[in-house]
């Protein structure tokens, strides 16, 4: 039987109890012990509740607990990590948004542009210095990332890409030719090109949102999984978050659930939010000569030109993982035609690996607005409920700087003058909520038009 989660997508897609089939579930060491406190019980109470136990909310709460001394307590639906944040790409990069360049500067001017960008810099720092001060093994992989051209046409687009990077935005680019790009990189199909952007990294997600966790309680922040928040009550200035098992009593609130936001939470909220399906597929390890077949030399994260992209990476044990978008209700029956289509994509893009058998498939949620960008600030009717979310399936940075930045404007260090103009304001309100679907559906076809062209 099909069950549709009133939230939009099938019910299982939001089942925290089950875990996300990732390979880096099986490839991760354990979260250390005393991390996670477990379901919170009984009557509790913390000067800031964090809902959500992703990059955005572990952040928020090791801030908060280790810069500025605040009583802050987690509340997870799932194992700590269980959302977009243990289970992406591992591509640690920028930009957070779905607007071009061009429509970025356009909109904001260029002042808040170049500040996005810039703090989207110090994002990707973040995520590296995180790691080290912390001294947890993110499992980091090349320099930068690869926009690879798809198609012949689309190269140009790369050279347009290359110029505002570097002049506009002062980044360090490098473009590579397809003879180039297969003689260092790797060849395909679908390979015409390529724009190195020497910013970014590949890590191990998981690893990442563990070794986030483990930092956020050594700071002192208490961290609950398998607590989702089933009810919220607010009388005077008390917040009441209910779970199962327990009640947490907070002045002040974070929401950092993304695209598992479900409308029980907060509908107001949720009604703004437009959640899409981002899948995986990770192969065996492939032999040297198989990767050879394919000229593979690199460890870089690569991206394609596709409206609806293809993102992969060599993993550090030859294991190829294919990311693509195109699943419309995350139904069980679907995820099967979905892995076969991914499969299928992989083997005509890279040929030779086209029987190569995949040993793992899974999917979540990557979160989007109506205005193309993130979102952090406080909700216009309650002043103490923050919230941060939306980046566009880029979050890997972005979430743990958003996160760090609720906790500085929540401490009173920053103001929201100090955040850049794109992450501002509440987004807007989709309408007719209950057809996101339908708007996903025609969006698909016209994407699916264009990257034929
Ligand atoms: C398949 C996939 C591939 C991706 N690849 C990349 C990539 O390569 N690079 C990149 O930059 N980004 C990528 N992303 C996006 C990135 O993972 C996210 O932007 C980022 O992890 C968001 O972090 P978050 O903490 O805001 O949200 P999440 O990590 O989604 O965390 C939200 C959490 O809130 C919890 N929650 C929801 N409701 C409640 C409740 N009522 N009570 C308690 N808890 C609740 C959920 O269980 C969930 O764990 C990808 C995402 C997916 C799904």
Same mark, same amino acid.
């Given at each position: 039987?099909?069950?549709?989660?009133?939230?939009?997508?099938h019910?299982?897609?939001?089942?925290?109890?089950?875990?996300?089939?990732?390979?880096w579930?099986? #490839?991760?060491?354990?979260?250390?012990?005393?991390?996670?406190?477990?379901?919170?019980?009984?009557?509790?109470?913390?000067?800031?509740?964090?809902?959500?136990? %992703?990059?955005?909310?572990?952040?928020?709460?090791?801030?908060?607990?280790?810069?500025?001394?605040?009583?802050?307590?987690?509340?997870?639906?799932?194992?700590?990590g269980?959302?977009?944040?243990?289970?992406?790409?591992?591509?640690?990069?920028?930009?957070?948004?779905s607007?071009?360049?061009?429509?970025?500067?356009?909109?904001?001017?260029?002042?808040?542009?170049?500040?996005?960008?810039?703090?989207?810099?110090?994002?990707?720092?973040?995520?590296?210095?995180?790691?080290?001060?912390?001294?947890?093994?993110?499992?980091?992989?090349?320099?930068?990332?690869?926009?690879?051209?798809?198609?012949?046409?689309?190269?140009?687009?790369?050279?347009?890409?290359?110029?505002?990077?570097?002049?506009?935005? %002062?980044?360090?680019?490098?473009?590579?030719?397809?003879?180039?790009?297969?003689?260092?990189?790797?060849?395909?199909?679908e390979?015409?090109?390529?724009l190195?952007?020497?910013?970014?990294?590949?890590?191990?997600?998981?690893?990442?949102?563990?070794?986030?966790?483990?930092?956020?309680?050594?700071?002192?922040?208490?961290?609950?999984?398998?607590?989702?928040?089933?009810?919220w009550?607010?009388?005077?200035?008390?917040?009441?978050?209910?779970?199962?098992?327990?009640?947490?009593?907070?002045?002040?609130?974070?929401?950092?659930?993304?695209?598992?936001?479900?409308?029980?939470?907060?509908?107001?909220?949720?009604?703004?939010?437009?959640?899409?399906?981002s899948?995986?597929?990770?192969?065996?390890?492939?032999?040297?000569?198989?990767?050879?077949?394919?000229?593979?030399?690199?460890?870089?994260?690569?991206?394609?030109?596709?409206?609806?992209?293809?993102?992969?990476?060599?993993?550090?044990?030859?294991?190829?993982?294919?990311?693509?978008?195109? #699943?419309l209700?995350g139904?069980?029956? #679907?995820?099967?035609?979905?892995?076969?289509?991914?499969?299928?994509?992989?083997?005509?893009v890279?040929?030779?690996?086209?029987?190569?058998?995949?040993?793992?498939?899974?999917?979540?949620?990557?979160?989007m607005?109506?205005?193309?960008?993130?979102?952090? %600030?406080?909700?216009?009717? #309650?002043k103490s409920?923050?919230?941060?979310?939306?980046?566009?399936?880029?979050?890997?940075?972005?979430?743990?700087?958003?996160?760090?930045?609720?906790?500085?404007?929540?401490?009173?260090?920053?103001?929201?003058?100090?955040?850049?103009?794109?992450?501002?304001?509440?987004?807007?309100i989709?309408?007719?909520?209950?057809?996101?679907?339908?708007y996903?559906?025609?969006?698909?076809g016209?994407?699916?038009?264009?990257?034929?062209?």
């Amino acid at each position: 039987m099909t069950r549709y989660h009133k939230n939009m997508y099938h019910a299982n897609m939001y089942d925290a109890a089950a875990p996300a089939g990732s390979y880096w579930e099986d #490839d991760a060491p354990p979260l250390s012990a005393g991390t996670d406190l477990g379901p919170l019980s009984g009557d509790t109470i913390c000067d800031v509740a964090v809902i959500g136990g %992703g990059y955005t909310g572990l952040s928020a709460a090791y801030h908060l607990a280790r810069d500025h001394h605040i009583d802050v307590a987690l509340l997870e639906s799932g194992p700590l990590g269980w959302g977009a944040s243990g289970r992406n790409g591992g591509f640690c990069s920028l930009p957070p948004m779905s607007l071009t360049y061009t429509q970025l500067i356009k909109r904001y001017g260029l002042d808040e542009a170049r500040r996005f960008m810039a703090s989207q810099v110090e994002a990707v720092e973040l995520v590296a210095n995180l790691s080290a001060d912390e001294g947890f093994d993110i499992a980091r992989q090349g320099g930068g990332t690869m926009h690879v051209a798809h198609a012949p046409g689309r190269f140009a687009e790369l050279v347009e890409e290359a110029e505002i990077l570097s002049k506009t935005f %002062g980044l360090s680019v490098e473009l590579f030719s397809r003879e180039a790009f297969a003689e260092q990189f790797y060849d395909s199909t679908e390979q015409f090109g390529a724009l190195h952007n020497k910013l970014g990294f590949g890590l191990h997600p998981l690893r990442f949102a563990r070794g986030l966790a483990a930092a956020a309680a050594r700071a002192g922040a208490r961290l609950h999984g398998r607590s989702e928040v089933i009810a919220w009550e607010k009388t005077g200035n008390e917040h009441r978050l209910i779970t199962s098992s327990g009640t947490l009593r907070a002045r002040r609130v974070i929401i950092a659930t993304n695209g598992f936001t479900k409308s029980s939470l907060q509908k107001n909220l949720a009604d703004r939010l437009i959640p899409v399906l981002s899948n995986i597929i990770v192969t065996r390890p492939l032999t040297a000569d198989e990767l050879e077949a394919q000229k593979w030399k690199t460890e870089l994260p690569c991206s394609n030109t596709r409206r609806l992209l293809y993102y992969y990476r060599m993993l550090p044990d030859h294991r190829f993982l294919f990311g693509a978008r195109g #699943d419309l209700t995350g139904s069980p029956e #679907d995820g099967i035609a979905m892995r076969a289509q991914m499969e299928k994509q992989m083997g005509t893009v890279f040929p030779h690996w086209k029987d190569v058998e995949t040993t793992h498939y899974w999917r979540g949620f990557v979160c989007m607005t109506s205005r193309l960008t993130p979102a952090i %600030g406080e909700m216009p009717d #309650d002043k103490s409920v923050h919230f941060a979310l939306a980046y566009h399936g880029d979050g890997v940075a972005c979430a743990p700087w958003a996160g760090r930045a609720l906790a500085n404007l929540i401490a009173n260090k920053i103001s929201f003058a100090e955040i850049p103009a794109p992450f501002l304001g509440i987004p807007p309100i989709i309408p007719f909520p209950s057809l996101r679907r339908w708007y996903l559906r025609a969006a698909l076809g016209y994407y699916h038009f264009q990257d034929k062209q």
